[in-house]
């Protein structure tokens, strides 16, 4: 076999992180090299450093995968790892077994593409972190960290389907040349709504190739397209003073520009901490809306009005300003909201040109039109300024009514289904789109689950993982981005989208995936390369430089002018008396329910309801009442004299709350799905999660759907209820006119957080910027911050216990390193990315939904979150504030958990972690019943052995079915013990990373030696030499954060690092203070930025209590 | 009955004699040596009666079923069987551990204290108490044993030396806690066995020879009662019940360590060691009450075991109990007097939270109940003391539930609360450890002597070297004996012509 060589750049000079390879290279004498060639005759070939063969590092990835596969990468557990180790026999470029490779990627998405840096072991990618070196980076939502499980998912879908049925990939080959071979194929392509320069380009060709062929985009939560044909708006938030979202969760769900700006804004000091808190220096967030979002959470002022009132208001706001296309709307007449309008409208007009209002992208065209006027109006549009139209490649594309009606009319007899939504499922009811495809010739889908569209399709071929594939994407900005694989495709008949094009091109239609023949690069590599010549110019330098940074900087989409519609608007449809409104929310677990099948994003618990592996209809409180469901629910808080709850789950298994059930009937559809509160939402209005309820089987006690259709895997099914057939495409976002009634059923629920309030607790803080009567000016309230709660009136902390030896020298003390963090409540908004990541970093399992419900959920990072409501507040008693705080271990210098443990299995380390021995854990749970902070889990079954998704599976002990072996566990980080049952875990601050950083520096300190020709002797070794970098390590919540909340650093690097700047705020405050566990992980009170004139002003910011 | 008769004052010796209540007889009806033998080792030499079996073969069944099987799946399958959270660590395992240690106390205190102090109506009651004491640490002893997560490892517990040098956290209470256990353990099995060598060689000596007159001769280590031998034996017995005394203090006080040394609201309070130990003899002596009362029914030992012995039990368990009552109180004045606000909202959560009803049954059942033996009727109608002791026992169980279970779930941060409520895997072991008590105890009444026969005859006047010397002993013994039994036998010569 031929040398393989990597399709990526060289080390840039001075870089310490490859160690032997550089080391050879300087040492490389006579007496080394045959030294060499006695021990490595492999890595003589290495050295050779030579471009003899052109190969990709594909097929090197390929043999990488196969022997991974075979390995099962012994995990490193508490017992003797079963564990076979085949070593190379050929070494590959760079791997060096366990240490991590890092390589630039992104995930293409329809709001623009996130650039990546993907960890990989041995050729397994194992773990995603935003691409900090990218003019686009926004931190990585949820989404993006459980990506990569969906690589290694276990219902994936690895084989091609005809009509259903098992067939095979040569068969599907021979379709798809006949097909390539008829240039008069009717042929109608649909892609997703994320923009790929590629695809668009092989679009261009194959309309060229065939001539009747036809385009479409479409995904399930895509909005109106209103500024025309691929033009869409960007918001820069950096540049916005003032921010007004209606209905539009743009910190979270709704992405409409880099989140980083505008955090970076809600923090007084300044995104670094650098400045005195100055509080006109923050930005200002109103927020209408219907249900709650994070974004709402985070707003200074939040009006909440059920949807079809939103029309009005944004022509209020509109008329004010003197926008032409609100005159022939009317506007709200409410007394109480135009008094929370007015001040708005001022606050806007002062900051023309500084602000910006965005609408939900799913709002209704008449609303969003409304809304780009007033932006229009206000100043706002343009370059430079909080907003500009971009126009992207994304052109001459049909939506789905356009490709029903070319179906219906046989314009359209060939379907290639290259979205990653699922039409079947997710396609507005009314269209019946399931008829359309019945009536085409050819319906090819591809995806990687074998969803209902899959099954529903003439041909269903899997996808590749956007890890496995070649191809390139725009971010939001337009800046081009590569998407390049870290791994073939783990299953031959993956194909990729690029791929399918590419084949379709040729003309004997012969689709190539993975690897070419003979090592030669996929045909996608090929395009995507073609494509690249065009932008970033010819020749492997800049190819080299694309792979390595991941982007090609100076690309972007070109700024346009938008012409809005100016006719009348079509108001959406308007409040019905006596009955309720729905709102399709998007999910924060399954999006659209394109997630259903992953784990850890269904076992991640709802930013707002706390709700894991279901979904519910949300109600307010008030409508609770008036539906008489309001003491049922709120009855289940109680306990019977069997400590047992009074309403035991369906399975009869436990401590399940359940939700009453209730039908609601509209647009001629009924569903049936349990209710749950959810404080400050609108009245008379129902939220309901879509991308639920995709399949069941015989375990599915409420009759929900037709079963065992093998629609969804192992993870989702039984899970929740599909909210998609009461949505219709005139009524897509919000339906007017449901009527509700009750089943006197009941449905368990897992529900992560059960109580709501602080109860006088001042846990998570917050302060206004406002001046408070009784808590004085902005300054007064930031040094009232470490006083809040109880903690004025707690006397000092004095310890017992000498610190220091009699040379005034603290024992057990590092001097390089000491860790700490802080998080930012202030810029966090709760959104469960930090969770993920630490899933994903530190190989913790998923316990299922009855385990969750239980509390035995494992995840690291607990998300609380709080509703606060002032006593006084008479401007809307039912709209809570909202403060969410991720607790994780705060390793306590003076560490509750470390005193009590028998056994020594928790200690400290000299670095100032409370570290966790599992070997030593004999699991008394001492330690986590004496952590006030429950930052503990316990592995109460052997949640990575035993597959806690067969039910009862965990409960059989010895007999129940195992899973060692499967493909979740190529997933794991082999720096990461994977814990058995009967040991404690936590938080370790990612302590491998930390050993690992040390490690690098200490080899780098070497390494500088070496190349100064000093013998290792006369090398000095000082604290300078060996502390790390300041800020350099970074720990995977901080990594993962779109909100930059969190922190991380060395204390002993003083004020340089940004960590220890934060914490040197008057906000920074430690949590429960008064034990004194002397807590590394601070948190900084959260400032509200409320305008003065507003009627709600007074109440803003006061979630915690002072006892003054 | 005999009642107390009050004496005319007289002039001894040693200054004018005072009146003086006469002693309540601790045997009754004038009983010889030799009856009292015969009695005792009937309850072993005899066969049992059929209530015995009614109540051996469940409770064996129940122990091996509810111990045998549930530990098999607990630690096969692990630790989540049972009803624990990621809130609430502690269930029903330290409930009951910290239960059953607590009626292990009565049994020292009865066999050590009262020893030391000279109480002679302890004869009638230590050998049980004591066996009850080896019983309920044995079932104790489970749960903090196989609660943890990998009881296979437990041996990291004991300080042996091993390759990776790592020894103990001796800041531990839970370390604490296996030393002060497992030397309660291991001093109380001692002190009984020692108690018990002269009755084993009395039923040695009454034995035929065979497997059984073996067995007896083999445990009771060659006692041939001589008086160099009962020397030794009451100075060893002696040093022992010295030993002992402070293991009453020094257990329930470590056990108590393992909430009183966290910084948990609702258990990190100064109050619980003495308040613990307080309520460990209060527990004990229910249960000594509990086991006592019907076994004397059952084999005939009213004579042995007098009102005059249930009266004292009684008069503890109302001193302890209000000891346990004040102590209720204490915590919940400390907690309001603190100023903390954590620690108020802990104790007002647990009178009215979501365990309140297990705050109410404990404090009717420990504080209300045992008042009730203010009143001498009270302590003399069995229906009523068994009563009380039952609900001293189910109080005490609810004590420990409210202190974990009721903590746990509503610590510091709201946004983890959750409640607790048990698992059948907890409930069953449980159960299945009284089963084991039970079966063990009724064991002990078919197998050992129940009452100490050597000791509980020195509380006989004639056991008094000096009982018939008139100059040396003021109360004439001889002639209180001559009278007490004329006085007996001219009541059954009256009974028996009516």
Redesign the interface.
Known sequence: MSKRIWQHPEVPAGETTVSWRSLGQLEDTPEFRSWMEREFPQGVAEMDNEEDAETSRRSFLKLMGASTALAGFGMVACRRPESYIVPYNKAPEWIIPGKATYYASSRPTASGAVPLVVTTFEGRPTKVAPNTLHPDMSGTDAFTQASILDLYSPSRSRKVLKQGKPSSRAEFEAALAALAADKAAKVGFVFGEDVSPTRSRLAKELAAKFTDAKFYSYEALSGAKIFGDGVRAVADFSKADRVVAIDCDFASLDFQGSTIPFFERRKPEGKDYSKKADGASMNRLYAVESAFSLTGGMADHRLRVAPSQLLGIAAYIGSALGVSQAAGVTATTDEKTISWLKPLVEDLQAAKGKSVVVAGSRLPAAIQTLVAAINEKLGNVGEGKPLRYVRTENEGFGDIAKLKADLDGATVDTVILLTPANPILDAPADLKISDSFAKAKTVIHFGERTDATALAATWHVPSSHYLESWSDARTHNGVYTVVQPMILPLYSDCASEVEILSALLTDDGKLVTGEGADGKPSPAYDAVRKTFEAIGGKGSEPWKKLLRDGFHAGTSFETVAATLATGALTAPAAAVEGTYEIVFATDASVYDGRWIDNGWLQEAPDPISKLCWDNAALIAPQTAKDMGLYNEIVEL???S?????TNVGEDGE??HRTGPMIKITVNGASLEIPVMISFGQAEKTIVLPLGYGQGFNDEDKFDRGAKNTGTVGQVGVNSGFNAYPLRTAAASYFVTGAAVEKTGKRYPLAVI?????????A?AREVSTQTDEAKGDFAEQLEGVKLQ??DG?APENISLYKQQNNKGVSHLWDELHQWGMSIDLSSCMGCNACLIACQAENNIPIVGKE?VA?????HWI?M???YAIDQHNDFDPGNPSFVP?P?ACVQCESA?C???????ATVHSEDGLNVMAYN???????C???C???A???????YNKRNPLVPHN?????FGEKQVGTAPHLQRNPNVSVR?????EKCTYCVQRLKDAKIRQKRGQKQEALLAGKASPDSQVTTHTLRIPVDSVKVACQEACPAGGIEFGNLKDGDKSVMVRAKGVDRNYDL?N??G?KPRTSYLARVKNPNDKMPDAAFVGKATIHMH | MASATEHAPSTTRQGPKLPVLEREKLILNGRSYHWITDRICSVLENRQPLLWWLLFLPSALIAAIGVGLSLT?LV??????W????????GWDITNFVFWIGIGHAGTLISAVLFLTRQNWRTSINRAAEAMTIFAVMCAGIF?AF?????W??W??APIPNSNA????F?????WD?FAVSTYFTISLIFWYLGMVPDLATIRDRCKPGLRKMLYGIFSLGWRGGNRQWSHYEMAYLLLAALSTPLVLSVHSVVSF?FA????PGWHTTIFPPYFVAGAIFGGFAMVLTIMVPARQLYGLHDLITMKHIDNMAKIILLTGTIVGYAYLMELFVAYYS????EM?AFRIRITG??W?AYLAMMSCNVLSPQLFWWKWCRENLWVVMGVAMCVNIGMWFERFVII?GT?GR?????????????WVEVSLFIGTIGMFLSLFLLFLRFLPCINIAEVKWTLLESDPHFDDKHDHPDHGADVVAAYQHELHSKGAVEAKA
């Open positions: 808080e109680k306990v004299a069997l400590g047992k709850r436990g401590e957080q059960e109580h709501h309030a602080m109860y006088g607790r846990l709660g109880n009136h385990q239980r509390g035995r959920e494992m607990r609380d979150r709080y705080q607790v509750p470390e005193t009590v443990c028998p056994v020594n030593r854990c004999i699991g008394t749970r001492y986590a019943n004496n006030p902070y429950k503990r889990r316990f592995n109460f079954f052997d965990l409960y059989k002990g010895p058995m049952r009967g040991v404690m429960l008064y034990i566990t | 799946y096969s399958t692990g630790v989540g069987v009803g624990m959270s990621n809130r609430t660590f502690w903090p609660h943890v997560g990998r009881v490892m437990a990291f517990l790592i020894w103990q956290n800041k531990s209470p839970l370390l296996v393992d040394t966290s910084v948990v100023g903390a606000l954590y909202e979501p365990y009803w279970v746990l610590m510091f941060l709201p946004g983890d609360w959750k409640t607790y409520s048990p698992s």
